[in-house]
């Protein structure tokens, strides 16, 4: 009994641990793993803006193709840039070495990320940057307090000048009608290219993928899950009459 407490113990151990360290509030986050357009742009945003430091080395190209409907050449002209093959990982080519004197540690692989961290915190610390002088790169992020990444999504977010409102919901004013908090960003340090809305979408669609590839049977998984309980429905009506015979006689 007490190997077997111990057992669960350090099998929840991690969860307790992440859960502890998780006191900054953060957006609500719901994936969708049949939205392929939402997938599609993920998969472009994470190429451009991500793999350039981290990598999804447990996943293949070929198969995030096919998951997300994309033509294998297509795949291959667009979101290939090492000069890999659309069957090998998805390894970036930055050398480890070089990641660590560049940001003072390696930048993490990213397949399992949101089974990590969760959905909630990737999508909410992809927008918690902002201006910090204090900091050797310039910024800073409220989710993850003096992190060693740079915001690499500046040109299309803009830098915010003070803290974002993150894990703050948007309300309306009744009289006025005015949609407070509708930008998780009050002041511009930089203006982006894109609006505050067109920048969250983007996040959500980059979040999107993220989670797909940290969980890309879970539609498949959901699906069969559906027909084992309808299984184990109709099989436990005959096992409930066999009993029944079986006992019948019993005083």
């Given at each position: ?9 350090i099998a929840i151990l991690p ?140 040109s299309m977010q803009g830098l ?92």
């Open positions: 009994m007490r190997k077997l407490i111990l057992g669960l113990f969860a307790l641990s992440l859960a502890a360290g998780s006191s900054v509030p953060l957006d609500e986050f719901e994936a969708d793993h049949s939205d392929d357009a939402s997938l599609q742009r993920g998969a472009a945003l994470f190429t451009n803006y991500c793999m350039g430091c981290h990598s999804m080395e447990f996943a293949r190209y070929k198969r995030v193709a096919e998951d997300l409907d994309i033509p294998d050449e297509l795949y291959e002209e667009n979101l290939i840039f090492t000069g890999a093959k659309i069957g090998e990982l998805m390894k970036n080519s930055m050398k480890k070495e070089m990641a660590a004197d560049w940001f003072g540690a390696p930048p993490p692989d990213l397949t399992l990320e949101t089974r990590l961290r969760g959905e909630a915190w990737v999508y909410s610390y992809l927008r918690g940057f902002y201006k910090d002088e204090s900091r050797p790169l310039g910024v800073n992020n409220v989710v993850f307090p003096n992190v060693g990444m740079p915001h690499v999504m500046v915010c000048a003070v803290k974002p409102k993150i894990g703050v919901e948007a309300s309306v004013e009744p009289l006025s009608g005015n949609i407070n908090n509708a930008d998780v960003c009050p002041e511009y340090a930089i203006e982006g290219t894109m609006s505050g809305a067109e920048f969250d979408q983007a996040m959500y669609d980059l979040t999107n993928f993220m989670s797909y590839m940290g969980d890309p049977v879970k539609l498949e998984r959901e699906r069969l899950g559906i027909f084992v309980l309808i299984f184990v429905a109709i099989f436990f009506v005959f096992a409930y009459l066999l009993n029944r015979e079986y006992w019948k006689d019993v005083h």
